[in-house]
């Protein structure tokens, strides 16, 4: 039973550029979360997504960011225009039902020249 | 807003003793309470969780204790090794809106010196 898959690991974008971010939940579950580690820091809260629908976006930047859930394949986080303050760790959580346990996917590290 | 604080931030100990790391929530609606392992390069690894209906929650050396009256939980790790060396994460989710979403303390670097 494969975990949480996220690809790429490692993603290097200049400036402007953008980058897109995969997260393959967990078999069977179908409530996906996006959070984002910038370094020493704790995991802040992007979005919350269930296929085809956005749920709670309250942590996602207004601009230059977006996330989908489509019914089928990966989610993706997509960061338009990437500026050099995008630069973290951007992990994706899955879980069977709301308020079920989260099972963290091993993040992509985005690194912004 | 939601708030959750975590301390020590960082926590030395030798091989063989217990590791406590406490956090605080100011959410009183909070009642759902996991503790995440994270170690250099890979992503948060859950290691315990506890409802607000439940006190005390343990799983061989881990422990978690919950205070709802004083909104703390703590975690406790007994006979430490080598290899508890990491970074421990405490959530609370507190979503009146129930998304489940997870607001995380800081975070605290446990070193277990052999």
């Known amino acids: 039973n494969a975990g949480v898959m996220q690809n790429p690991r490692h993603l290097v974008r200049r400036r402007g550029q953008e980058a897109r971010l995969r997260c393959s939940p967990m078999k069977g579950h179908s409530h996906v979360y996006w959070y984002r580690q910038l370094p020493e820091e704790g995991l802040k809260f992007m979005v919350y997504l269930q296929k085809e629908n956005i749920i709670d976006e309250s942590g996602m930047p207004k601009e230059r960011f977006s996330a989908e859930f489509p019914k089928e394949g990966p989610s993706i986080l997509r960061i338009q225009q990437v500026v050099r303050g995008d630069s973290a760790a951007y992990f994706c959580?899955?879980?069977?039902?709301?308020?079920?346990?989260?099972?963290f996917g091993p993040g992509t590290r985005l690194l912004v020249l | 807003g939601e708030n959750v604080e975590q301390h020590p931030s960082t926590l030395s100990v030798q091989e063989g003793d217990s590791a406590v790391i406490k956090c605080t929530y100011s959410?009183?609606?909070?009642?759902?309470f996991p503790w995440y392992k994270q170690e250099l390069g890979k992503g948060p690894q859950l290691i315990i969780d506890?409802?607000?209906?439940?006190g005390e929650k343990k799983d061989q050396r881990i422990a978690v204790t919950l205070n709802k009256t004083a909104k703390h939980f703590s975690l406790h790790i007994t006979e430490t090794q080598p290899e508890d060396s990491a970074v421990y994460f405490c959530a609370a989710s507190m979503d009146p809106g129930n998304t489940g979403k997870l607001i995380f303390g800081q975070g605290t670097t446990l070193q277990v010196k052999p």
């Open positions: 506890i409802r607000s209906n439940v």
């Open positions: 959410d009183s609606a909070s009642n759902y």
């Open positions: 959580a899955s879980s069977p039902l709301v308020q079920e346990t989260q099972y």
